[in-house]
């Protein structure tokens, strides 16, 4: 059984380059986080990497990744060079889109049918 938790990339989707994006656009995802009451991880992956220099945070910690397979495209055969690249520790990021179901199962079984493990980030207690 796979578990995974749901952690912040902000609203708009937008690089944090952009004077508009920045604060208020966590602060938006956080509220309507809490409002719906699902369970927070404590962490936040900027789009596109791009942080702006005073990103300061009583609750988030900065998630970067290591590995992040072109899946938001219905690209094919980036599974196998996804497992090809793999090491022990590796931030993976895999985007929920329809076309990855079929792949994700076959991934995913591949995961464990090469011994890999997975774990999940603490959840957040927001106040």
Known sequence: MHHHKVALHGLVHLSAWREAVRVSDLRRAIHLWKKAG???????????????????????????W???PPDYLPTK???REL???L??????????H????KRWRSLFSAFVSEGWQSAAL????LE
Do not use: I, K
């Open 83 to 85: 497992l090809g690249r």
């Open 77 to 79: 055969g980036w599974e």
């Open 38 to 64: 699902v369970p927070l991880v404590p962490a936040y992956r900027p789009p596109y990497g791009h942080l702006w220099p005073l990103f300061l945070s009583r609750y988030l910690h900065l998630v970067f």
């Open 98 to 101: 329809a076309h990855n179901r």
């Open 87 to 96: 090491r022990p520790g590796d931030v993976v990021v895999l985007h929920e």
């Open 66 to 68: 290591d590995l992040m």
């Open 122 to 125: 603490p959840l957040a207690v």
